[in-house]
Nanobody, 129 residues
Framework: QVQLVESGGGLVQAGDSLRLSCAAS????????MGWFRQTPGKEREFVAV????????HYAGYVKGRFTISRDNVKNTLYLQMNSLTPEDTAVYYC??????????????????????WGQGTQVTVSS
């Protein structure tokens, strides 16, 4: 199994940028397709982005496409989420997750939390207006 620890969250103003990191330890990092999700109180956890094991393929939810970039460093065993042009609507707890599933990278199966095997504890991102 793999252990995931997110970091990089914080309080920023609208229009600012932030980069989240997710450090992985345990089983080989490249065995996992990795995703980012976010959750606000009273709402279900929602998909943000996913990246395949090599980092070549990625896919984004429409509400972050063009503003967020998912990437990974398989030497450092770390997943990243670069978030630009942040808005108050991006305020949430952000989670990284790993799955051994191998759907096509654009598959909406990756939108489902049930498809992921491992989760981090989350990091809070707050965007003020």
């Amino acid at each position: 199994q793999v252990q995931l620890v997110e970091s990089g969250g914080g309080l920023v103003q609208a229009g600012d940028s932030l980069r989240l990191s997710c450090a992985a330890s345990g089983r080989s990092f490249t065995a996992y397709t990795m995703g980012w999700f976010r959750q606000t109180p009273g709402k279900e956890r929602e998909f943000v982005a996913v990246i395949n094991w090599s980092g070549v393929g990625s896919h984004y939810a429409g509400y972050v496409k063009g503003r967020f970039t998912i990437s990974r460093d398989n030497v450092k065993n770390t997943l990243y989420l670069q978030m630009n042009s942040l808005t108050p609507e991006d305020t949430a707890v952000y989670y990284c997750a790993g799955t051994t599933k191998n759907f096509p990278i654009y598959s909406h199966m990756y939108y489902a939390t049930d498809e992921y095997d491992y989760w981090g504890q989350g990091t809070q991102v707050t965007v003020s207006s």
